[in-house]
Nanobody, 123 residues
Framework: AQLVESGGGLVQPGDSLRLSCAAS????????VAWFRQAPGKEREGVSC????????FYADSLKGRVTISRDDVKHTVYLQMNNLKAEDTAVYRC?????????????????WGEGTLVTVSS
């Protein structure tokens, strides 16, 4: 069982990206799913989380208004739409899933993690 992220890449400031998170070996629909990021030399930061029902439970203050998390239970995929990207958004973005809720999972640990996708914002 694993999570696989895609959609990262090199973009310019002000551009948009949509990251995808898909599960292999289990059904993502039954999990709360969160996105985290880790920039070089910095600690991992929670970006956003969506509940099993699809409600948004969390957005990092640094990203509010610029990111949207969503899930498509037909495609068994969770997305992170990021707009107006800034250089400080450069990081490895990882998705993670928990059978618990967003709050518990992001506090005490997630059950599954992806390897991550690199987002580089540079002119």
């Amino acid at each position: 069982a694993q999570l696989v992220e895609s959609g990262g890449g090199l973009v310019q400031p002000g551009d948009s990206l949509r990251l995808s998170c898909a599960a292999s070996g289990f059904i993502l629909d039954y999990y709360a799913v969160a996105w985290f990021r880790q920039a070089p030399g910095k600690e991992r930061e929670g970006v956003s989380c969506t509940s099993k029902r699809g409600s948004t439970e969390f957005y990092a203050d640094s990203l509010k208004g610029r990111v949207t998390i969503s899930r498509d239970d037909v495609k068994h995929t969770v997305y992170l739409q990021m707009n107006n990207l800034k250089a400080e958004d450069t990081a490895v973005y990882r998705c993670a899933a928990t059978t618990s809720d967003c709050s518990a999972g992001m506090t005490y640990g997630m059950d599954y993690w992806g390897e991550g996708t690199l987002v580089t914002v540079s002119s």
